[in-house]
């Protein structure tokens, strides 16, 4: 099944090799799809297939099954690779970032912060230096935090509107972070230590929310917009260049993958499932591990 593009803002006709198409099948995941991310090889893990708590691998030709399954009510969120190959996990529920080793299973806490609301979504740079959203979604509140390779967690900032989609730019100087009650995106200027700065807006959505969003290696945000149904493609500058819209209306996180890079993957939370499309340019952090 393909689907059509909303056109570019000039008037142009879309690029049809992005139509997205299903990658699994409906149903394959709870209603808590979320967190895709891809391995070295071309895998595709998501937290929550078949049933809460899990981690799901899915092959590049779109064969899943359960990869792990999380301990102690544990259940997952945002996930990421870092330069080892661990998976890095958000544990929303016990307040952790879980670390796994790819090649025997083994499952430890990375980091532990109590005073989070929840460790959400999570971005990575090349130092491993993990960004987590961190939102209070009664109250529409949220902080960012930076976790450390050795664990230590930092508070980079406090009473912001509920932060969801985190990102670092391609050269590792932006910090973006959305907020999904509010539809805005913050860009923040990020030093070489991890702290952030000269907190600006990047876009403000008028309708519906956000979710996960990920950058490609031209410093392109694509932002999942939550109720719509689609994928924002925003310029680092700020211009929505280009709209992708998918058969889900409640798509809730990205990743790139595929052999160059260009093919994201969709988690969506009102099919249960995930798409897939190719796209103009490689992931940032598909780049950064090559």
Same mark, same amino acid.
């Given at each position: 099944?393909?689907?059509s593009?909303?056109?570019?803002?000039?008037g %142009?006709?879309?690029d049809?090799s992005m139509?997205?198409?299903v990658?699994t099948?409906?149903n394959s995941?709870? @209603? !808590?799809a979320e967190?895709p991310? #891809? &391995?070295?090889d071309?895998?595709?893990?998501?937290?929550?297939?078949?049933?809460?708590?899990?981690?799901g691998?899915?092959?590049?030709?779109g064969?899943? @099954?359960?990869?792990?399954e999380?301990?102690n !009510?544990?259940?997952?969120n945002?996930?990421?690779f870092n330069s080892?190959?661990d998976m890095l996990?958000a544990?929303y529920?016990? /307040?952790n970032? $879980?670390k #796994? %080793?790819?090649a025997?299973?083994? $499952?430890?806490?990375?980091a /532990?912060?109590?005073t989070?609301n929840?460790?959400?979504?999570?971005?990575i740079d @090349?130092?491993d230096?993990?960004?987590a959203?961190?939102?209070?979604?009664?109250a529409?509140t949220?902080?960012? +935090?930076r976790?450390?390779?050795?664990?230590k967690?930092?508070?980079?900032?406090?009473?912001?509107?509920t932060?969801n989609?985190i990102?670092?730019?391609?050269?590792?100087k932006t $910090?973006?972070?959305?907020? @999904?009650?509010?539809r805005?995106? +913050?860009?923040?200027? *990020?030093?070489? %230590? !991890?702290s952030?700065s000269?907190?600006?807006?990047?876009i403000e959505?008028?309708?519906?929310?956000? &979710?996960?969003m990920?950058?490609?290696?031209?410093?392109?945000l694509y =932002?999942?917009? /939550?109720?719509k !149904?689609? =994928?924002?493609? #925003?310029?680092?500058?700020g211009?929505l260049?280009?709209e992708i819209v998918?058969a889900g209306k409640?798509p809730?996180? =990205?990743a790139?993958g595929?052999?160059?890079?260009r093919r =994201?993957?969709?988690?969506l939370?009102?099919?249960?499932?995930m798409?897939?499309? *190719?796209?103009?340019?490689?992931g940032?952090? +598909?780049?950064?591990?090559r």
């Amino acid at each position: 099944m393909t689907l059509s593009m909303t056109e570019c803002k000039d008037g %142009s006709k879309p690029d049809t090799s992005m139509n997205p198409v299903v990658f699994t099948p409906a149903n394959s995941f709870t @209603s !808590g799809a979320e967190g895709p991310a #891809v &391995d070295k090889d071309g895998n595709v893990y998501a937290v929550n297939f078949e049933r809460e708590g899990t981690i799901g691998r899915i092959t590049p030709d779109g064969k899943g @099954s359960v990869f792990i399954e999380l301990p102690n !009510g544990s259940i997952g969120n945002g996930i990421r690779f870092n330069s080892s190959g661990d998976m890095l996990i958000a544990d929303y529920t016990n /307040h952790n970032v $879980l670390k #796994v %080793s790819m090649a025997t299973k083994e $499952l430890k806490v990375h980091a /532990h912060e109590p005073t989070m609301n929840q460790p959400n979504d999570i971005a990575i740079d @090349s130092r491993d230096r993990i960004y987590a959203s961190d939102p209070n979604w009664a109250a529409g509140t949220g902080n960012i +935090w930076r976790i450390d390779p050795d664990g230590k967690v930092t508070l980079l900032e406090k009473d912001m509107g509920t932060t969801n989609g985190i990102e670092v730019s391609p050269d590792e100087k932006t $910090l973006y972070v959305n907020e @999904s009650v509010q539809r805005k995106v +913050w860009a923040y200027d *990020l030093s070489d %230590s !991890g702290s952030v700065s000269n907190k600006r807006l990047l876009i403000e959505f008028p309708d519906f929310g956000m &979710d996960g969003m990920r950058c490609d290696q031209e410093g392109n945000l694509y =932002i999942t917009r /939550h109720g719509k !149904g689609t =994928i924002a493609i #925003v310029s680092p500058t700020g211009a929505l260049l280009k709209e992708i819209v998918l058969a889900g209306k409640k798509p809730s996180n =990205i990743a790139f993958g595929g052999a160059d890079g260009r093919r =994201i993957y969709v988690t969506l939370q009102d099919t249960k499932n995930m798409e897939t499309a *190719l796209v103009e340019f490689p992931g940032r952090e +598909w780049r950064m591990r090559r």
